[in-house]
T-cell receptor
Framework: LAKTTQPISMDSYEGQEVNITCSHNNIATNDYITWYQQFPSQGPRFIIQGYKTKVTNEVASLFIPADRKSSTLSLPRVSLSDTAVYYCLSLSGGYNKLIFGAGTRLAVHP | GAVVSQHPSWVICKSGTSVKIECRSLDFQATTMFWYRQFPKQSLMLMATSNEGSKATYEQGVEKDKFLINHASLTLSTLTVTSAHPEDSSFYIC???????????????FGPGTRLTVL
């Protein structure tokens, strides 16, 4: 499993686009990058998953460059309700033992 | 969809008693489920991997006789905290692994968590 590194915290304002970058220099060929969002006293919520290039869903976009050593989660036009901790993890097919890092604590201000 | 439920959502018990927490995958079958523990202001810590029909695999430092795990069916795993003590008070979260056919890889979906308070 690749170790991931992401900023401890970020601040933004309502309506802005937020980009959270995750570094995973040792990502394996079979690993996918997966992002989760966690609010206080709740379980993590799956946001998006990708292998390379760009993936978009109704919540976010995920950009993964060709070398796959990093990825960027993009949240368009954040609102106060996007204040949460965001975790970047690598998953590979089969036995998926997730080891959570500290995550990125995003604070969205009015 | 991929919905995972936990029951109860919170529990308060006296020191020395046992508490059982249920984790259910509601709309998919999960051969593998995971149990995590999270203390305030900290990240999730994996406790054990629960496999349907076999013994759970515990992470280093987690007492298997204290945290009993039973994965009785493809949609249900239970965690029993035996002889609970105040230091066991924490937020317990389960996840269930959904196998994706085709594009993507197996993904874990998490339950809402169970807040355990031991007095």
């Amino acid at each position: 499993l690749a170790k991931t590194t992401q900023p401890i915290s970020m601040d933004s304002y309502e309506g802005q686009e937020v980009n959270i970058t995750c570094s995973h220099n040792n990502i394996a060929t079979n690993d996918y990058i997966t992002w989760y969002q966690q609010f206080p006293s709740q379980g993590p919520r799956f946001i998006i998953q990708g292998y390379k290039t760009k993936v978009t869903n109704e919540v976010a976009s995920l950009f993964i460059p060709a070398d796959r050593k990093s990825s960027t989660l993009s949240l368009p036009r954040v609102s106060l309700s996007d204040t949460a901790v965001y975790y970047c993890l690598s998953l590979s097919g089969g036995y998926n033992k997730l080891i959570f890092g500290a995550g990125t604590r995003l604070a969205v201000h009015p | 969809g991929a919905v995972v439920s936990q029951h109860p959502s919170w529990v308060i018990c006296k020191s020395g008693t046992s508490v059982k927490i249920e984790c259910r995958s509601l709309d998919f079958q999960a051969t593998t489920m995971f149990w995590y523990r999270q203390f305030p202001k900290q990240s999730l810590m994996l406790m054990a991997t629960s496999n349907e029909g076999s013994k759970a695999t515990y992470e280093q430092g987690v007492e298997k006789d204290k945290f009993l795990i039973n994965h009785a069916s493809l949609t249900l795993s239970t965690l029993t905290v035996t002889s609970a003590h105040p230091e066991d008070s924490s937020f317990y979260i389960c996840s269930a692994e959904k196998v994706l056919a085709g594009v993507g890889t197996d993904t874990q979906y998490f339950g809402p968590g169970t807040r355990l308070t031991v007095l």
